[in-house]
C-alpha cells in the first residue's frame, strides 16, 4: 500500500498570504496524484488531477506541482474561503489511498 | 451535471450489515465510468472502500475486502455498499463518488454525493 504523508499537519496563515502544503507517497505515484479541499460538514471537491491539472471550476490560484514521490499545492493568495482541510490521494496502485490532510487555518 | 445521493439507515447494530444505496441522476450509471465509496470517521481522515463499473467488476480495498460487497443496478440507476459484522470502527460518514476519466484512464474522484453519517451501535 502506498503511504502519503501530508506536511505540515496544520498551516496557521493570514488573509492574502500564500500557502504551500507538501504530499510524499511512500513511492513513485508517478503524476497519479489529486489534490482535494474539504470544508466543515461538506463532501471533499476536487481541486487537481493528475499532480497539475486543475478541475473544472477551480480558480487559477490553485496550482499542482510535482511528480514521482513529492508533490506541492499552492494557494498563492489565501481568501476566507479558502481555509479548510486539504487531502492528497494517489491512483497509481491500488488500494488507493489519501493523506492524512492539512488544515489551513487563520492565523 | 451528474448528481449522487446517499441514502441508508443511519444507525446499525454491532455485528449486523450496514446497507446504503447512491443514486445517480443526471447521468447514466452505464457510462465509462467507475463508481467508488469512500468514508471518513468523525474527526478523521478519508479512506477508500471500493468502486465498481456497470459491467459489474469490482475493486476493492484489501482492509476490508473480507466485509464488502459493492454492487450495481442499472435498471434503478444506482449502486449499492454492503458493509457486513460491522464494529464501532465503522462508524463513518460514507460518501460515493463517481470516478473521473481522462485519457483513458480512471482519475480522481470529481463528484461526491453529500455523504451519510453511520453510526454502529446498540
Known amino acids: 500500500e502506498i503511504v502519503l504523508t501530508q506536511s505540515p499537519a496544520t498551516l496557521s496563515l493570514s488573509p492574502g498570504e500564500r500557502a504551500t502544503l507538501s504530499c510524499r507517497a511512500s513511492?513513485?505515484?508517478?503524476?497519479?496524484l489529486a489534490w482535494y479541499q474539504q470544508k466543515p460538514g461538506q463532501a471533499p471537491r476536487l481541486l487537481i488531477y493528475?499532480?497539475?491539472n486543475r478541475a473544472a471550476g477551480i480558480p487559477a490560484k490553485f496550482r499542482g506541482s510535482g511528480s514521482g514521490t513529492d508533490f506541492t499545492l499552492t494557494i498563492s493568495s489565501l481568501e476566507p474561503e479558502d481555509f479548510a482541510v486539504y487531502y492528497c490521494?494517489?491512483?497509481?496502485?491500488?488500494?488507493?489511498?489519501f493523506g492524512g490532510g492539512t488544515m489551513v487555518e487563520i492565523k | 451535471q451528474v448528481q449522487l445521493q446517499e441514502s441508508g439507515p443511519g444507525l446499525v447494530k454491532p455485528s449486523g450489515t450496514l446497507s446504503l444505496t447512491c443514486a445517480v441522476s443526471?447521468?447514466?450509471?452505464?457510462?465509462?465510468?467507475?463508481w467508488s465509496w469512500v468514508r471518513q470517521p468523525p474527526g478523521k481522515g478519508l479512506e477508500w472502500i471500493g468502486e465498481?463499473?456497470?459491467?459489474?467488476?469490482?475493486n476493492y480495498n484489501p482492509s476490508l475486502q473480507s466485509r464488502v460487497t459493492i454492487s450495481v443496478d442499472k435498471s434503478k440507476n444506482q449502486f449499492s455498499l454492503k458493509l457486513s459484522s460491522v464494529t464501532a470502527a465503522d462508524t463513518a460518514v460514507y460518501y460515493c463518488?463517481?470516478?473521473?476519466?481522462?485519457?483513458?484512464?480512471?482519475?480522481?474522484?470529481?463528484?461526491w454525493g453529500q455523504g451519510t453519517m453511520v453510526t454502529v451501535s446498540s
Open positions: 463518488a463517481k470516478v473521473l476519466r481522462t485519457a483513458g484512464r480512471e482519475n480522481a474522484f470529481d463528484i
Open positions: 443526471g447521468g447514466s450509471i452505464s457510462s465509462s465510468n467507475w
Open positions: 465498481i463499473y456497470h459491467s459489474g467488476s469490482t
Open positions: 513511492q513513485s505515484v508517478s503524476s497519479f
Open positions: 493528475d499532480a497539475s
Open positions: 490521494q494517489q491512483r497509481s496502485n491500488w488500494p488507493l489511498t
